[in-house]
């Protein structure tokens, strides 16, 4: 099957499967996810699956990334904070919704090849950061939408939802462990924080500090 066939066979599925907004729908349709895989793995690129991106990380799974993206309900003029770069391709989708996309990574090698794809495929309007995710990025805040790609145990990391607007939206794997995650999703009105828990999830783990 060409590329082009497989990857419309992959957007069909994600329609199927609950991703049904138009503009994720064309966002994850205009980003090549090729361009996000190590080359071993690049057949795969359109299967709804997640792949390898070394450092013991992976590339989400289209689905993932399509009902996560479409939960955060993103807006042509908003400004999100991503955490967890990996692979970049999350972050490119959110690119294409947002105005701005700040993404933060603990790996510095990620982080950096993620930049140069961003180069590569001519997105500027991402910046990234070698940190740790869990503090945010408080010189860039507030944000109107923050979603987190690692499973995160026990509260919202505080700082981020610090960094979160009023009116704002979070979306966050969270469980009381990393093998019972649920994607939660966050909102601040003037009243505080509202919570619900959407679906369950399997991510890699969030975890502190950069790595050395
Ligand atoms: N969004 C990515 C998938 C992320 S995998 C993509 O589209 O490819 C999760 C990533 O979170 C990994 O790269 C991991 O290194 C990173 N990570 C985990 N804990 C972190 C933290 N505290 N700060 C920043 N990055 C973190």
Request: glycine share 8%.
């Amino acid at each position: 099957m060409t590329r082009a066939a497989s990857k419309i066979r992959l957007l069909m599925l994600l329609r199927r499967q609950g991703v049904t907004d138009v503009e994720v729908l064309r966002a994850m349709e205009t980003v090549p996810r090729d361009a996000f895989v190590p080359a071993p793995f690049r057949d795969q690129a359109y299967e709804d699956t997640a792949l390898p991106i070394g450092h013991g990380q992976t590339i989400s799974q289209p689905q993932v990334v399509g009902l996560m993206t479409q939960a955060l309900e993103v807006g042509p003029k908003d400004k999100v904070l991503e955490i967890g770069t990996g692979s970049g391709y999350q972050a490119m989708v959110l690119a294409k919704l947002g105005r701005r996309v700040y993404t933060v990574e603990r790996h510095r090698a990620l982080a950096r090849e993620a930049e140069q794809k961003f180069a590569t495929l001519r997105q500027h309007n991402i910046s990234v950061r070698v940190a740790d995710g869990l503090r945010g990025w408080p010189e860039a805040a507030p944000f109107e939408r923050i979603m987190v790609t690692a499973g995160g145990v026990g509260q919202p990391p505080p700082d981020l939802v610090d960094q979160l607007a009023v009116g704002g939206i979070m979306i966050m794997p969270l469980g009381p462990g990393h093998r019972e995650l649920k994607v939660v999703r966050i909102r601040r009105t003037v009243d505080g924080l509202e919570r619900e828990e959407l679906w369950p999830v399997r991510f890699v783990p969030l975890l502190p500090d950069i790595v050395p």
